[in-house]
Structures are given as C-alpha cells and as structure tokens.
C-alpha cells in the first residue's frame, strides 16, 4: 500500500510540540481537509442562518415550534437507534478537560461516563488542542499515567471494566482552528477535533467494546443536526467502519434549539442518543436572542435561575418528555461543587444541595446527570440508585403528563426575582478571574469553590450587558443605583484592585488579570454585543 499524499492542510504559527507527529500524521490531515472541504461551505451557511434567525427574533420578540417540521413531532412512529451497551446506563457523567492528569482522574472517577471536553472546558491553545488527542490515544492503549511534579503523588489507570466511557465533545461550529489552515483559510475547531479524535480512535474503541461517541456543543437547529449526521455518515464509510456506530448527544444549551428538540433527534436518529439540559449557556442564549425584547426578558441574577423556575422547568421536562417519546436517553445539569479540603461546613451544605438537585432530576424522570468533581460522584449515584435501581435508565417512564406550551420557554418574567448589585459584583468577579485563567490556557477553572468554565464567563458579561443596556435599576445600601456603563468599569476597578492586594504585586504582574479586566470589559460594555466572548478572546490567546 503506498504512503497518502502530503495533507494540503498547513500547520501554521505553531511551535512544534512533543509526540504532535503521532496525532498530525499526512493521513489523518488528509481526512480533516476532506471534512473541511467538504462541509465547511454549509457550516458558513448555517452561520448566516443563525444570524438571520437572531434578527427575526429581535423583529418579534418571540419563537416558536416550526410549522415546516410539523409532520416529525406528529409522527409517533419514528424511534432514535437503540443505545449500544456502552452508553446504556449513564446514571452520573463526569466531565473535564483533557489533560493527562485529567483523562486519568475522570476515567477511574466511578462514573459512567467521562465528557472528555475539548470545547467550554478547554482554552484552545495548540498545545491543548494536540496534545488533548495524545492523551485520549494514550488511554485506550493504557499507554498513560502521571505524576504530579508538586506532590510527587503518581496517577494510573484502574483496570478496563472499572472505567467511565469516554463521550468527547468537540469546539463548537463558531470557532476556527488557526493553526490548521486549507488555502489559506482556517478550518472550523470543530472538524479539527471531531476529525483527529475519529480518525485515530474510531476503530481502536470498537475493539475496546466502545464507539467513537460525540457530544454536540452550541446546537442552534436541526439544520446544523442534519450537518452533523451527514459527516457521521461520511466520516463511518472514509475509515470502513458500519453505519450507526457513532453516537452523538445534543446539548440543547440555546433556546432556539429548545423549540426543535424532536427535529435534532429526527435529523440524528441513526446515531442519537440522547440531548442533555444545561443552565448558564442556556441562559446566555436567552439574553443574546431577546436582548431587545425589554424589560420581560431581563434576567435576575444568573444563581436565583435554578432549574426550578418556571421557564426553566418547562424546558427540562420538555426535554424529559421528548427524549423518552423518541427512545432516547435524557441527561440532566451540572454539579459544579468543589469540596474544600479545608471547610467540613461548606461542604456539608453543598453537599445536600447537590443530593436535592440530582434528587429531583431523577424524580423528574432523566436518565442521568453531570457532576465536575469526583468526590460528587457517588451523591450523584446514590440519587438515581435510589429511582433506577438495577435498571439501566428509565426511558420507559414517557412523561406524558407534561404539555409545554412555546410561550412557556420564554417566559423568563415568571421568576420573581430581580437583579441585584451583588450579582452585578459577582458577574464581575467571576467574568475577571475567568478570563484570566483562559488566557493563560486553562478551560477548567475553580472560582469560589465551584468549577467554572466559558459559559460561566459568557453569562456573566451577558447579564452586565443586559442589566447596563435595560437601565437596571439596584437597591444597594438603602439608595437605588442604575446599571451604568461606569458603575461596571467602578465595579471592575475595585475587583481589580482586590485581586492585586489578594495575590500581591508579583503574581498579578506575572499573570493576565489586566488584560481580562479590559477584555471583559469590552464584551460588557460594547453597544454592538459579541455573539461569543470567546472570539474576541481567542485572538488575544497565546499558542
């Protein structure tokens, strides 16, 4: 057999790293730069579609379930493929970034499933981006462990049966990969991730008993579903591996995905496994696509929107109710929880906040949940033991007592709750330190004991934003404060100013805190809002 042609793809402005050789092999290349000449065109159409969708939003102030696809919610005939044994029982998913001491972590945490993230978890650095696909290759070869240079402490993998299986998700279609260019152009991060990690594995983990599994970032309609399902289609038959072995989950984390949760599955339904219900991107979506529809749509502050407000609630049990109608598997929110080493009292109640939300989900009826942290893993476990038992999942539990109307999932002025200076201070806090560590190359980012990532940061610019641009009125110390644009820089003046005294002159000089006090800023303050922080923010990332 002759050796592939050279890949037309060009590596650019990278500094070459150990082992890339093993990732960035000519035949694999070869397959990105298929991928992308092949579906970027509809990628870039779908784009202007969202853009198009957007200003008919800010027309109307409203949405809708589609007329056109009508026929796909009425047929009840239709079912997604049957869950391969693999991804049958996904009662508590962890999820993280891919780094090796991560990938170790996650693997032997005793969950189901491990979110192996190259998306909101993972600042896009090249290094992450190659060496993430390293480590993945590594595990399934049980070519991989760790030592922690700090503590010495060395990490390895447990034996196969006592593993998490492995869903990975790749960037989502907004962001390119600059380092990997066709012609000049950028490809989309999305086939870069998709293309490398299937192209290397998707045969090594059908011998493991497994399957090259996917979760799907961003999703805005079944238009871009359909996109997926054709490269999955595509991408099965280039490696001559069967139809139907890929499996891919939808985050529906925008709201105008919500409204087309039987159509996304319908799209995917030969390689469907389920949609999974999030929070702060979900609402991020929401202030990005109303942002001009006044004062109904004005959020309070992002940690008073639990899954149990109204319009939050309609979208869960939707998703449940969809999920199960369609035999696919329901996956619920995030525990985002950091247990202190040193505060049994924090942890004691954040504990039992954590066993009430995974409570409920699994009263509610999902199959299973997220948890960031092992140590939550077995709360998560025990709740949804305690409503499964021996069974893999509940998909037989169809929720047909649910009946959401389209105005429910946009009713946000049914939370009775406002905003308030603080979560102003806190969107500042936590908008700051998290750019920061992004900027340094960390996706996965602990702040106040919860384990944030970039939708953490994009919900918070989006509520200063809104707060500023609907003239936001506070009560703070007795006197009522307006949302201004110079109450934030006042407010993120201040945060500044406290970092600098917290973590003193060197650190600070050292690290990228002003550089992400103007960067928020700049996303907060900007009249024209930027769909994606992270745009504006990969051009400002080193590597």
């Known amino acids: 057999m002759s050796a592939p042609a050279p890949s ?45 969708r957007r200003a008919e939003i800010a027309r109307t102030s409203t949405l809708d379930f589609l007329p056109e696809t009508a026929r796909i919610r009425e ?13 049958n029982d996904r009662r508590v998913e962890i999820t993280g970034p891919t780094d090796r001491k991560m990938t ?20 896009p650095t090249w290094e992450n981006v190659v060496l993430g696909q390293v480590n993945l290759i590594d595990a399934y070869t049980r070519n991989i462990d760790f030592t922690d240079p700090k503590s010495g402490k060395s990490y390895a993998l447990k034996d196969a049966d006592e593993l998490a299986t492995v869903v990975m998700r790749p960037r989502g279609w907004h962001l390119e990969e600059r380092h990997l260019k066709f012609d000049g152009r950028a490809v989309p991060g999305a086939l870069v991730d998709f293309g490398l990690y299937f192209f290397h594995n998707a045969k090594r983990l059908i011998e493991l008993g497994k399957g090259p599994y996917f979760y799907l970032p961003k999703t805005e309609s079944h238009l871009e579903a359909r996109l997926w399902n054709d490269i999955f289609v595509f991408a099965q038959d280039y490696v001559g ?47 990005k696509n109303f942002r001009d529809g006044g004062a109904k749509f004005v959020l309070p502050d992002r940690n008073a929107v639990t899954m149990t407000a109204p319009f939050m609630r ?69 709740s949804f033991d305690a409503v499964l038992g021996d069974k893999p999942n509940q998909k037989d539990r169809l929720r047909e007592d649910v009946d959401v109307k389209p105005e429910d999932l946009i009713a946000i002025d049914s939370l009775d709750a406002k905003p308030t200076y603080d979560g102003l201070r806190n969107a500042v806090q936590v908008g700051t330190r998290y750019i920061e560590a992004w900027l340094r190359g960390l996706g996965a ?3 106040f004991n919860l384990m944030e990532d970039a939708a953490t940061a994009e919900i918070s610019r989006s509520q200063i934003w809104q707060w500023i641009n609907a003239g936001v009125v506070f009560e703070h110390e007795g006197q009522a404060v307006t949302a201004t644009a110079d109450l934030a820089r006042k407010v993120a003046g201040e945060e500044l100013a406290k970092i600098r005294e917290e973590i003193g002159d060197e650190a600070f000089e050292a690290g990228n805190w002003q550089q992400a006090h103007d960067l928020l800023l700049t996303v907060s ?7 994606f922080l992270t745009l504006p923010a990969y051009e400002q990332l080193a590597g």
């Open 104 to 123: 170790i972590n996650a693997l032997n945490s005793g969950a189901k499933v491990w979110l192996a993230d190259f998306e909101d978890a993972s600042a």
């Open 75 to 87: 047929d009840d005939s239709w079912r997604v493929a049957p869950a391969p044994a693999a991804l």
């Open 525 to 531: 303050l900007d009249a024209d809002y930027a769909d």
């Open 314 to 382: 309609a979208y869960t049990e939707l998703l449940v109710r969809t999920c199960h109608k369609r035999g696919a598997h329901a996956i619920g929110g995030m525990a985002a929880f950091i247990p202190s080493r040193r505060d049994a009292e924090v942890n004691k109640v954040a504990f039992e906040k954590v066993k009430n939300d995974k409570d409920r989900e699994a009263g509610d009826g999902f199959d299973g949940s997220w948890v960031a942290h092992p140590d939550l893993v077995p709360i998560a476990m025990a």
């Open 8 to 52: 037309p793809l060009a590596i650019v402005d990278a500094e070459p790293l150990p082992r890339q050789e093993e990732v960035l092999t000519d035949a694999a290349l070869a397959f990105v730069a298929e991928l992308h000449r092949l579906f970027t065109p509809r990628r870039d159409e779908l784009l202007t579609r969202r853009a198009e």
């Open 445 to 447: 980012v602990a702040i």
């Open 241 to 287: 591996i069967p139809q139907g072995t890929v499996r891919a989950t939808v985050l529906i984390e925008t709201i105008t995905a919500a409204y087309e949760m039987e159509e996304i599955l319908y799209e995917l339904r030969d390689h469907a496994s389920g949609l999974n219900a999030g929070r702060w991107d979900y609402l991020f979506s929401i202030v």
